[in-house]
């Protein structure tokens, strides 16, 4: 079973940038997509970015155009560059390994890691 370990997350002002990391362990990395998703306060997890193994990105359309998924294969990591944050960004990040399905759906695996706090101030 994978194990993921997310970093990265922090404390930024309204337009500021992070990036956050996930080490994945456990797993052949190469062959499955990757995700992140986030939860706020309150809210149910939702699905933020995914990467296929061929390096085919999706984005919802909240962060499309600030948000950037990659992949490192050889370090078995994913990585979310987020630009231009909003206090509507805060949330805790969560990565997650998963499956491609027919019409381009994302299906999460059921590992997560413990996740990584954002928090943008107005």
């Known amino acids: 079973q994978v194990q993921l370990v997310e970093s990265g997350g922090g404390l930024v002002q309204a337009g500021g940038s992070l990036r956050l990391s996930c080490a994945a362990s456990?797993?052949?990395?190469?062959?499955?997509?990757m995700a992140w998703y986030r939860q706020a306060p309150g809210n149910q997890r939702e699905f933020v970015a995914r990467?296929?193994?061929?390096?085919?990105?999706n984005y919802a359309d909240s962060v499309k155009g600030r948000f950037t998924i990659s992949r490192d294969n050889a370090k078995h990591t994913v990585y979310l560059q987020i630009n231009s944050l909003k206090p509507e960004d805060t949330a805790v990040y969560y990565c997650?390994?998963?499956?491609?399905?027919?019409?381009?759906?994302?299906?999460?695996?059921?590992?997560w890691g413990q996740g990584t706090q954002v928090t943008v101030s107005s």
């Open positions: 990467i296929t193994s061929g390096g085919v990105t």
């Open positions: 997650n390994q998963g499956t491609m399905g027919i019409g381009g759906r994302y299906y999460p695996g059921n590992s």
């Open positions: 456990g797993s052949i990395f190469s062959i499955y997509s």
